[in-house]
Nanobody
Framework: QVQLVESGGGLVQAGGSLRLSCATSGLTNTKRTMGWFRQAPGKGREFVAG????????YYADSVQGRFSISRDNADNTVSLQMNTLKPEDTAVYYCATSSLYLISTITDSYDYWGQGTQVTVSS
Protein backbone atom coordinates (compact mmCIF):
# COMPACT_ATOMS: atom_id res chain seq x y z
CA GLN A 1 0.00 0.00 0.00
CA VAL A 2 1.43 3.35 -1.08
CA GLN A 3 1.57 5.98 1.63
CA LEU A 4 2.75 9.57 1.66
CA VAL A 5 2.79 11.19 5.09
CA GLU A 6 3.44 14.91 5.52
CA SER A 7 4.68 16.52 8.70
CA GLY A 8 6.04 19.84 9.89
CA GLY A 9 3.07 22.11 9.46
CA GLY A 10 1.98 24.59 12.10
CA LEU A 11 1.39 28.20 13.03
CA VAL A 12 4.09 30.78 12.35
CA GLN A 13 4.30 34.55 12.19
CA ALA A 14 4.84 36.35 8.94
CA GLY A 15 8.51 36.38 8.03
CA GLY A 16 9.13 33.10 9.80
CA SER A 17 10.12 29.68 8.49
CA LEU A 18 8.82 26.14 8.46
CA ARG A 19 10.16 22.91 7.06
CA LEU A 20 7.73 20.33 5.72
CA SER A 21 8.67 16.70 5.24
CA CYS A 22 7.02 13.91 3.30
CA ALA A 23 7.83 10.28 3.98
CA THR A 24 6.92 7.77 1.28
CA SER A 25 6.44 4.03 1.57
CA GLY A 26 5.03 1.19 -0.49
CA LEU A 27 6.26 2.50 -3.85
CA THR A 28 7.79 -0.20 -6.04
CA ASN A 29 9.81 2.48 -7.79
CA THR A 30 10.98 5.09 -5.29
CA LYS A 31 12.70 7.25 -7.89
CA ARG A 32 9.70 9.25 -8.99
CA THR A 33 9.04 12.92 -9.55
CA MET A 34 7.79 14.54 -6.34
CA GLY A 35 5.71 17.65 -5.90
CA TRP A 36 4.26 19.90 -3.24
CA PHE A 37 0.86 21.48 -3.73
CA ARG A 38 -1.29 23.63 -1.50
CA GLN A 39 -4.95 24.46 -1.12
CA ALA A 40 -6.28 27.51 0.66
CA PRO A 41 -9.88 27.72 1.91
CA GLY A 42 -12.27 28.26 -0.99
CA LYS A 43 -9.55 27.87 -3.61
CA GLY A 44 -8.32 25.12 -5.88
CA ARG A 45 -5.23 23.05 -5.29
CA GLU A 46 -2.17 24.76 -6.74
CA PHE A 47 1.36 23.66 -7.57
CA VAL A 48 4.08 24.93 -5.24
CA ALA A 49 7.31 23.08 -6.08
CA GLY A 50 8.55 19.95 -7.77
CA UNK A 51 11.74 17.89 -7.94
CA UNK A 52 12.74 15.26 -10.45
CA UNK A 53 13.83 11.69 -9.80
CA UNK A 54 17.46 12.29 -8.94
CA UNK A 55 17.01 15.74 -7.41
CA UNK A 56 18.99 17.51 -10.13
CA UNK A 57 16.05 19.51 -11.42
CA UNK A 58 13.56 21.62 -9.46
CA TYR A 59 10.74 23.94 -10.40
CA TYR A 60 8.79 26.49 -8.37
CA ALA A 61 5.63 28.49 -8.64
CA ASP A 62 6.33 32.18 -9.17
CA SER A 63 4.67 32.99 -5.85
CA VAL A 64 7.27 31.02 -3.86
CA GLN A 65 10.37 31.35 -6.05
CA GLY A 66 13.30 32.51 -3.95
CA ARG A 67 11.55 31.77 -0.65
CA PHE A 68 10.89 28.02 -0.80
CA SER A 69 13.33 25.21 -1.49
CA ILE A 70 12.49 21.59 -2.29
CA SER A 71 14.91 18.73 -1.73
CA ARG A 72 14.86 14.95 -1.51
CA ASP A 73 16.75 12.12 0.11
CA ASN A 74 16.33 9.00 -1.98
CA ALA A 75 18.09 6.89 0.64
CA ASP A 76 15.33 7.70 3.15
CA ASN A 77 12.52 8.08 0.61
CA THR A 78 11.71 11.55 1.86
CA VAL A 79 11.12 14.92 0.25
CA SER A 80 11.25 18.24 2.09
CA LEU A 81 10.04 21.76 1.53
CA GLN A 82 11.93 24.53 3.30
CA MET A 83 9.71 27.59 3.51
CA ASN A 84 11.29 30.93 4.41
CA THR A 85 9.98 34.47 4.64
CA LEU A 86 6.46 33.15 4.98
CA LYS A 87 3.53 35.40 4.17
CA PRO A 88 -0.12 35.24 5.30
CA GLU A 89 -1.06 34.30 1.73
CA ASP A 90 0.99 31.10 2.13
CA THR A 91 -1.65 29.85 4.57
CA ALA A 92 -3.05 26.58 3.20
CA VAL A 93 -3.09 22.84 3.54
CA TYR A 94 0.10 21.55 1.94
CA TYR A 95 0.11 18.23 0.12
CA CYS A 96 2.93 15.99 -1.01
CA ALA A 97 2.39 14.02 -4.22
CA THR A 98 4.28 11.72 -6.55
CA SER A 99 4.21 11.26 -10.31
CA SER A 100 5.55 8.62 -12.69
CA LEU A 101 6.31 11.29 -15.28
CA TYR A 102 9.94 12.08 -16.01
CA LEU A 103 9.36 15.82 -16.22
CA ILE A 104 8.06 17.95 -13.37
CA SER A 105 4.40 18.73 -13.92
CA THR A 106 2.38 21.53 -12.33
CA ILE A 107 -0.90 19.75 -13.05
CA THR A 108 -2.61 17.83 -10.25
CA ASP A 109 -3.83 15.09 -12.59
CA SER A 110 -0.22 14.19 -13.38
CA TYR A 111 0.25 12.94 -9.82
CA ASP A 112 -1.16 9.56 -8.86
CA TYR A 113 -0.46 9.33 -5.14
CA TRP A 114 -1.13 12.01 -2.53
CA GLY A 115 -0.61 12.54 1.16
CA GLN A 116 -3.31 13.62 3.57
CA GLY A 117 -1.97 17.16 3.88
CA THR A 118 -0.55 19.30 6.66
CA GLN A 119 -1.87 22.69 7.73
CA VAL A 120 0.35 25.76 7.48
CA THR A 121 -0.98 28.96 9.00
CA VAL A 122 0.90 32.24 8.74
CA SER A 123 -0.30 35.05 10.98
CA SER A 124 0.22 38.70 10.13
Amino acid sequence: QVQLVESGGGLVQAGGSLRLSCATSGLTNTKRTMGWFRQAPGKGREFVAGINRNGADTYYADSVQGRFSISRDNADNTVSLQMNTLKPEDTAVYYCATSSLYLISTITDSYDYWGQGTQVTVSS
